[in-house]
């Protein structure tokens, strides 16, 4: 199972940006049971868990709340996040991972960079 994340780029502080992850070749019926998580890496640093999507719940990280949203199209097997006032401190990549049963997959991560 391939994880294709996407969205990254470059955005000035206090803006926004959209990361998809989708996994085209992951049967419906087993994308619906599955957790999806975003991790942030920052330069240096080790990945950060920022936001999970699971069971119909969200989660998120306390350095993200209130301006991330995880979201997720079943039909499309994409999974979002969305990134709202951007911090420097954001900057980093994000990696998108899927977890389940017998599951544990990352994507290859997209580069955000927000600058002052």
């Known amino acids: 199972v391939q994880l294709q994340a996407s969205g990254g780029g470059l955005v000035q502080a206090g803006g926004s940006l959209r990361l998809s992850c989708s996994v085209p070749?992951?049967?419906?019926?087993?994308?619906?049971?599955?957790?999806f998580e975003w991790y942030h890496q920052a330069p240096g640093n080790q990945r950060e868990l920022v936001a999970t999507?699971?069971?119909?719940?969200?989660y998120y990280g306390d350095s993200v709340k209130g301006r991330f949203t995880i979201s997720r199209d079943n039909n499309k097997k994409t999974v979002y996040l969305q990134m709202n006032s951007l911090k420097t401190e954001d900057t980093g990549t994000y990696f998108c991972?899927?977890?389940?049963?017998?599951?544990?997959?990352w994507g290859s991560g997209t580069q955000v960079t927000v600058s002052s």
């Open positions: 991972h899927a977890r389940g049963p017998g599951m544990d997959y």
């Open positions: 999507s699971s069971d119909g719940s969200s």
């Open positions: 070749r992951m049967i419906l019926s087993t994308f619906w049971g599955t957790t």
